[in-house]
């Protein structure tokens, strides 16, 4: 049950977001049919199961693109999906849950911890695990309800069944062998943006995070989760943190304290100013070899980014590049026209700026519809390679030189399936203008010649200074200037 809530994206998300086209909702047998043999956090549970001879008993997969916070409806019936299903499956040996760890939901500001406590009345002392994002803003609650929490090490998120196969190999120790584990949970008075916790490269100030907790991690310490939170959540719960488990409670404190010291006395390499979009298109034009992508950042979907902002499109249309491609934008209205058009059919359309005006209103154009699609594609990058997935209805127009992806749903472009479905030869091409941040690096970033970062009006600007904060605790880096000490912050005790 995993969505990530972004407070400032200017959209609701209700049901339909995780049964129609920017999400999924799989129930009972359906989920084991959906996520057997993929890079997915059940995926891992699943290969886990059958290799132990446990009998799987499925109860729900949800996911909704990152969005605005759930409202009270959507919130409660998928909540209400699972306690059902705990409660119909009878007595369990144990519990496995995929989470986000930045959900938020009308009148609630932790979703998973309200969720997890929930779980732990109706199940007892049944153990529970869930595996969390690295963006996870990890919660006291979320720690007391819970057996184990599991951390992705990676971002790209390429390590998703590997971190389901983790959490099932420590409760099948907790479960089988009777082991037990404390916690250690600090956090830290940081908002972190995520644009510089990249560990694909293999350097970079969260690749020497991972490394040091890695470093912790023996006999003793057997998971140090360094999360870096998500900084567009507004409550009081948002900032990065590091958790660890141990066989012991000093185990868990003195690895926690130590990674928590690190983790203080790097902050500042986790900045950075990002260019403005017009400069960065500069850099993309002049640069060799193709294709050249232009990331628009803080319209990332996958940060809750709304999908729809202009400010690149409107560049590269004024300028009509050749061989250019912006895309997705999370445009109905226009898919919908294409469709009636159909391929081959001309028309004046009105592209994105439907959302949030204040990001940049919609780019008229005089266009040809070029392709239609269903959207539904198989990932066959390392993130989530051989899930299921759809972007919903999609149509590829060209204007001038320029051709524009638009889709019924909301989605960063992470994987090339996206891309092709729509018969775009990507490779081909000198300009990709994308609506991502970090996750499309792990399919296209040794397929493209360079990459942009560009800073464009979004719901998720890397500059935090810019976001208007209301709930956060203050004082926080790099907001205002911290005095802090590990050791005063850290909190732990039995799982």
């Not at 100013?273 to 990331?295: K, N, Q, S």
Request: some cysteine; charged content about 20%.
């Amino acid at each position: 049950m995993s969505q990530e809530s972004n407070s400032f994206t200017g959209l609701a998300t209700t049901l339909e977001q995780f049964t129609g086209s920017s999400g999924h909702l799989h129930v009972g047998q359906d989920v084991l049919s959906r996520n057997r043999g993929t890079n997915t956090v059940i995926g891992g549970f699943l290969a886990v199961a059958e290799e132990r001879g446990w009998e799987p008993v499925p109860v729900i997969d949800a996911y909704a693109c990152p969005g605005g916070p759930l409202d009270r409806d959507a919130y409660r019936t998928l909540k209400g999906l699972v306690l059902d299903g705990l409660r119909a499956a009878g007595p369990l040996d144990g519990v496995l849950l995929s989470l986000h760890g930045a959900m938020l939901a009308e009148g609630c500001d932790d979703p998973e911890g309200d969720l997890l406590t929930a779980v732990r009345a109706l199940v007892g002392d049944v153990p529970v695990a869930a595996v969390l994002d690295l963006h996870a803003n990890v919660s006291d609650e979320m720690v007391a309800a819970a057996s184990l929490l599991v951390a992705y090490k990676t971002y790209p998120h390429v390590d998703l069944a590997d971190s389901g196969r983790k959490a099932a190999g420590l409760l099948a120790a907790w479960m089988e062998e009777g082991v037990r584990y404390w916690a250690s949970l600090v956090p830290l008075p940081m908002l972190l943006p995520s644009i510089n916790m990249r560990t694909i490269e293999g350097t970079g100030p969260m690749v020497d995070m991972q490394r040091e907790a890695a470093r912790l991690t023996d006999g003793s310490v057997v998971e140090a989760g360094v999360y870096g939170g998500f900084p567009f959540a507004d409550v009081t719960i948002s900032r990065a943190s590091v958790l660890v488990y141990a066989a012991t409670v000093r185990a868990a404190r003195d690895a926690a304290l130590r990674l928590a010291e690190c983790y203080w006395k790097g902050r500042h390499r986790f900045l950075g100013a990002t260019p403005p979009a017009e400069e960065a298109v500069g850099y993309a034009l002049a640069a060799d070899g193709r294709p050249v992508v232009i990331a628009d950042v803080a319209d990332n979907p996958a940060s809750g980014g709304a999908g729809d902002t202009t400010t690149l499109l409107r560049l590269l249309v004024e300028r009509d590049v050749a061989e250019s491609f912006v895309g997705m934008l999370y445009d109905p209205e226009t898919v919908e026209q294409a469709f009636a058009l159909g391929a081959g059919g001309l028309g004046s359309f009105r592209l994105g700026g439907k959302v949030n005006p204040a990001h940049g209103g919609p780019v008229e154009v005089e266009g040809e519809v070029l392709t239609l699609s269903s959207g539904e594609y198989v990932a066959r990058g390392p993130m989530l390679r051989g899930k299921r997935a759809s972007m919903g209805r999609a149509c590829l127009l060209r204007a001038g030189n320029v051709m524009i992806g638009a889709a019924e749903g909301r989605a960063s472009v992470n994987d090339p399936a996206m891309l092709e479905v729509l018969g775009v030869d990507w490779r081909a091409l000198r300009v990709l203008a994308l609506k991502v941040k970090g996750h499309f690096r792990a399919a296209f970033g040794s397929e493209v010649a360079a990459i942009f970062d560009a800073e464009a009006p979004g719901a998720a600007p890397t500059d935090l200074g810019s976001v208007p904060y209301r709930r956060v605790n203050r004082p926080v880096f790099p907001l205002d200037e911290v005095e802090w000490r590990p050791a005063d912050h850290a909190t732990g005790g039995m799982a």
